[in-house]
């Protein structure tokens, strides 16, 4: 009887969980020592092409000055890092059916009285964020870190959203050596 008492607020909790699940993933130069980067820059002609809106765009740089500030980084005139971003976003639609009332055998199927169910189309824009991290003097990457999620177009959570994208993928830097 207990299982049946937690079992929604377990499924709550999983449904509630995958509206804010963003993947991340990393690159990087194994060649590379990155305790030797300790300033950065914004690479401004790379982030000037990216086509997004003027204040993401300041929230995007504002978040990664936060995370590489708490990464002991600085921002210099002469950096040896430059930091560039880019963005891409694709529509996703999805379409169910369901049809309800038994039919014929062990499936679920037609039903007279039912006349076949409901189609429900949903759609959401999933958004990736590439944070680049180029060799100042070289002009090489060195690190690439993606991070991929569902974004949202209301204005008091997008800041948000946009901190936990940076956050997690700068989590990944620097690269743990092993």
């Known amino acids: 009887m207990k299982t049946i008492k937690i079992l929604p607020l377990f499924l709550l909790f999983i449904l509630g969980s995958c509206g804010s699940a963003i993947s991340v993933y990393s690159d ?12 950065y820059a914004f690479h401004r002609s790379g982030i000037d092409k990216v086509q997004i809106s003027a204040l993401d ?3 995007i740089l ?14 210099s005139d002469t950096p040896d890092l ?8 694709r529509e996703l639609v999805d379409v ?13 199927g037609w039903n007279p009285y039912l006349w076949g169910g409901q189609t429900y189309v949903t759609s959401s824009t999933e958004g ?12 090489e990457l060195v690190w690439q870190g993606e991070g991929v999620g569902y974004l949202t177009e209301n204005r008091e ?15 990944q830097y620097p690269p743990k050596s092993k």
Request: hydrophobic share 35%; no cysteine.
């Open 96 to 108: 169910n059916q369901y049809n309800l009332g038994w039919g014929y055998g062990w499936r679920w």
């Open 28 to 39: 990087f130069d194994k060649s590379i020592d990155f305790s030797q980067y300790k300033t």
């Open 57 to 59: 765009k300041k929230r």
């Open 82 to 89: 430059l930091i560039n971003i880019f963005t891409k976003e």
């Open 157 to 171: 959570k997008k800041e948000g959203q946009i901190n936990e994208f940076v956050a997690k993928i700068l989590a």
């Open 62 to 75: 504002y978040a990664i000055e936060i995370e590489l500030d708490k990464k002991g980084m600085s921002k």
């Open 128 to 139: 990736t964020l590439y944070i680049d991290l180029i060799d100042a003097k070289k002009k």
